[in-house]
Structure formats: C-alpha cells, structure tokens
C-alpha cells in the first residue's frame, strides 16, 4: 500500500486558489467500529441481531478465509435480516440510526479531518461499501457528498440483495471515477483503514492509512 506523502500540517498549507479534494472511508475510519453489526444491533435488537449472526456464522466463516467474495456474503447477511423489509419502515430506521448513533461512534480525529477540509473550502465525499440509507442523513448534516452501496428495492421492499455492485476496493475508485473528473482538482486527499481501501488510497496524491487511531 502507497504510504502516506504525510508532511506536518500539509492540509494547512494549501493554497486558498487550489481545488482540492477528499475521499474519507466510514467504517473504521470515520468510525470506532463497523457500522453494518453495529446498524443491525441497532434496527433489531441484541438478542435478535446475535441470533442471526450465529445461524449466519458459517456464511461469515467462509468470507473470513476467503471462500466466498465480500458481496456475497454481505447479501446473506441483508437477506436474513431485512428481505421483505418496506423501505418506508427500513429508511425511517435509518434516519433514527444516523441521528442516535453514528455521533457517538464517530473518531474525533476525523471530525476534524471533515472540518479542516471544509474551513479550505475542499470537495468531500465519503466513500463507504456500507448501504446508502444509515449513511445519507449523517452525510447531508455534515454537508458531504456520498458514494456508497445501493439496495434493491421491489415493490417498494428490500430483496436483501445489492443493487449493482458492492461499493469496495477497486469498486470504489469506479464509483470515483464514475462520477467525479478528477483533473479538475489541484490535489486529491483520501483517509481509510483497511484492504478495501486500498485502491482508493492508491488514487490520491496524499494517502493516510488509519490515520485517527
């Protein structure tokens, strides 16, 4: 993984004229843990949220050793626990989710990485494999752009599948590029803490890798 072109207070130097921009991952990053256990606790129960995930644990297993992909593991995952969910009711919780959780889990670190960019007038996006809908009203407080996961939706529920694909590794800088030109920034920021950032922190001009830890 490219290491971090990490000076101190780079960020504080860019000039005012740059344009800049910054992708942040959510979960570990953003965040003091993953967002999608943490969601399903949150939207379930504890004890309906550990009971699943024992009955998925074999599912969970093989993803562990790398004999099923990330995507499809995620989808056994959304299908047990919310296939037939109405999206009214499944968005409502969401927004509570964001509201009521995602404040307290949130690195202060970060917080100010969000600010710093914003005080210099940076484009910010978050880029996350997690759903769209626990993320999108968090997003819209902090006046970030968000690239993420996407549900299918039926006759207004959830399958329990994704819609298109799962928003991770190399998937993420095709999301990137998909709807950003990215020759229209001077400098190009991005924050993760895992494998499945890596293309992403490969993309920028200044990479940090678990950077609010």
Request: hydrophobic residues 40%; aromatic residues 14%; positive net charge.
């Amino acid at each position: 993984m490219r290491s971090a072109k990490k000076v101190p207070n780079s960020t504080d130097r860019q000039a005012a004229q740059t344009k800049n921009i910054a992708f942040f991952d959510f979960d570990g990053t953003i965040t003091n843990r993953d967002s999608f256990i943490d969601f399903i606790i949150f939207y379930h129960g504890k004890w309906v949220a550990y009971l699943g995930l024992l009955r998925l644990l074999p599912f969970l297993l093989a993803y562990k050793v790398k004999l099923i992909p990330n995507w499809r593991a995620k989808e056994k995952v959304l299908t047990y626990f919310f296939e037939g969910e109405p999206t009214a009711t499944f968005q409502q919780g969401c927004d509570q989710y964001a509201t009521e959780r995602i404040p307290p889990i949130t690195r202060v670190g970060a917080l100010q990485a969000l600010q710093k960019h914003h005080d210099l007038g940076n484009d910010i996006y978050l880029v996350s494999a997690s759903p769209e809908n626990w993320l999108s009203a968090w997003c819209q407080q902090k006046g970030i752009k968000l690239i993420a996961s996407r549900l299918e939706v039926i006759d207004d529920k959830l399958t329990g599948k994704l819609r298109g694909n799962n928003c991770y590794g190399a998937e993420k800088v095709a999301r990137i590029h998909q709807e950003i030109d990215l020759s229209d920034y001077e400098g190009v920021y991005a924050y993760g803490d895992s494998s499945g950032d890596r293309e992403m922190l490969r993309l920028a001009d200044y990479a940090y890798y678990r950077p609010f830890r």
